[in-house]
T-cell receptor, first 113, second 112 residues
Framework: DAMVIQNPRYQVTQFGKPVTLSCSQTLNHNVMYWYQQKSSQAPKLLFH???????NEADTPDNFQSRRPNTSFCFLDIRSPGLGDAAMYLC????????????FGDGTRLSIL | GQQLNQSPQSMFIQEGEDVSMNCTSS?????WLWYKQDPGEGPVLLIALYKAGELTSNGRLTAQFGITRKDSFLNISASIPSDVGIYFCAGQLSGSARQLTFGSGTQLTVLP
């Protein structure tokens, strides 16, 4: 059974039209991450939540925001998508107090028209 | 920042052959991870290594945590068509969020 679930799997939006991607988890992990992955590249960390604390990577554009209303859910909001934001967006979770590895969802493929 | 050098970038092998790929770092990690990613899917954890010198197997896969803590390799024995995909190494430090540093990936193609 999927433990990190991302919806939708495929999302198409228009240039400049806000879009929200969602992630839910059944692992009860306290850390949740959002990555951007472009074709043939490694995942790039955008930000993460450690419990309720939001941690932004220094080079993440302001266009990207996140919300975590509870332990199980985390959202990625792209306020004004540009063509360069077309990518796979991956959610991952982990237990912050241990060295156990991150578990990834299957991602949302975002296309910009 | 830390960087991981993963090689080779791509490999074409015949079914049944063994495969080896590796990652090196300019600095040490506390944990090394190997993930496989199929097209359109998220990375799936293959092997996690927690101690320098550790050698761990998962079926036909074997990985080792280098003794210097700056490198790791992954071997796949007797490759099969479903081994096709991109393999990523990732280093992890101790710390509150256990952030990962990824290698650039190895694209594996298995020819029948």
């Amino acid at each position: 059974d999927a433990m990190v679930i991302q919806n939708p799997r495929y999302q198409v939006t228009q240039f400049g039209k806000p879009v929200t991607l969602s992630c839910s988890q059944t692992l009860n992990h306290n850390v949740m991450y959002w990555y951007q992955q472009k074709s043939s590249q490694a995942p790039k960390l955008l930000f993460h939540y450690y419990d309720k604390d939001f941690n932004n990577e220094a080079d993440t554009p302001d266009n990207f925001q996140s919300r975590r209303p509870n332990t199980s859910f985390c959202f990625l909001d792209i306020r004004s998508p540009g063509l360069g934001d077309a990518a796979m967006y991956l959610c991952a979770t982990s237990v912050g107090s241990s060295n156990q590895p991150q578990h990834f969802g299957d991602g949302t493929r975002l296309s910009i028209l | 920042g830390q960087q991981l050098n993963q090689s080779p970038q791509s490999m074409f092998i015949q079914e049944g052959e063994d495969v080896s790929m590796n990652c090196t770092s300019s600095s040490i990690f506390n944990t090394w991870l190997w993930y496989k990613q199929d097209p359109g899917e998220g990375p799936v954890l293959l092997i996690a290594l927690y101690k320098a010198g550790e050698l761990t197997s998962n079926g036909r896969l074997t990985a080792q945590f280098g003794i210097t803590r700056k490198d790791s390799f992954l071997n796949i024995s007797a490759s099969i068509p479903s081994d096709v995909g991109i393999y990523f190494c990732a280093g992890q430090l101790s710390g509150s969020a256990r952030q990962l540093t990824f290698g650039s990936g190895t694209q594996l193609t298995v020819l029948p």
